[in-house]
């Protein structure tokens, strides 16, 4: 399983465009790259995944270069309620399940 | 559609113990996990499942049993409990053609040993 480095906090304040970078160098060829966000006392959510390139829904963005090495989530105007802990995954989830790091604890300040 | 359901949310357990914690998913998914996840840490995988009848150990599955006889639920046993085993318990599921969609979580089962 591809092993992911990711920040362990970052700030940020509340309409600020938040960008979190995962490193994944040992990516394989199947692996997708997962996000997930978690509220204290609560399972994690799904945000977003993707490939390859960009990909956007109603929640975030997640951009991947070509190479597959790294990905960014990007969190468009946050508020306060974006304050979780997200965290970079990759694998193949529909053969092998999917191993979570420690995770980037996300602050919003007003 | 309730998703993953997950009972009890608390107990407290005497070291020595057992307890069943208990999942139950309503999405008709054939795989489901087992995670726990200590304070501040990020979630371990204990055992998961790929469809009924079939289960497979995770990263820390020593303390821990499972069984999977029914699509629906995926139940975890724990048999003789420990201190260590003091943790916040996950059950998630996913369906392999969901691409996308990731895994569904439970609000967890809190469990302290004591």
């Known amino acids: 399983l591809a092993k992911t480095t990711q920040p362990i906090s970052m700030d940020s304040y509340e309409g600020q465009e938040v960008n979190i970078t995962c490193s994944h160098n040992n990516i394989a060829t199947n692996d997708y790259i997962t996000w997930y966000q978690q509220f204290p006392s609560q399972g994690p959510r799904f945000i977003i995944q993707?490939?390859?390139t960009k990909v956007t829904n109603e929640v975030a963005s997640l951009f991947i270069p070509a190479d597959r090495k790294s990905s960014t989530l990007s969190l468009p105007r946050v508020s306060l309620s974006d304050t979780a802990v997200y965290y970079c995954?990759?694998?193949?989830?529909?053969?092998?399940?999917?191993?979570f790091g420690k995770g980037t604890r996300l602050s919003v300040i007003a | 559609n309730a998703g993953v359901t997950q009972t009890p949310k608390f107990r407290i357990l005497k070291i020595g113990q057992s307890m069943t914690l208990q999942c139950t998913q309503d999405?008709?998914?054939?795989?489901m996990y087992w995670y726990r996840q200590d304070p501040g840490m990020g979630l371990k995988l204990i055992y998961y499942?790929?469809?009924?009848?079939?289960?497979d150990k995770g990263e820390v599955p020593n303390g821990y049993n499972v069984s999977r006889s029914t699509t629906e639920d995926f139940p975890l046993r724990l048999e003789l409990a420990a201190p260590s085993q003091t943790s916040v318990y996950f059950c998630?599921?996913?369906?392999?053609?969901?691409?996308?969609?990731?895994?569904?979580f439970g609000s967890g089962t809190r469990l302290t040993v004591v």
């Open positions: 499942s790929v469809g009924a009848g079939i289960t």
């Open positions: 995954l990759v694998g193949d989830d529909r053969n092998t399940p999917l191993v």
């Open positions: 998630a599921s996913s369906h392999p053609r969901d691409r996308g969609r990731g895994y569904t």
């Open positions: 993707g490939y390859k």
């Open positions: 999405m008709n998914h054939n795989y």
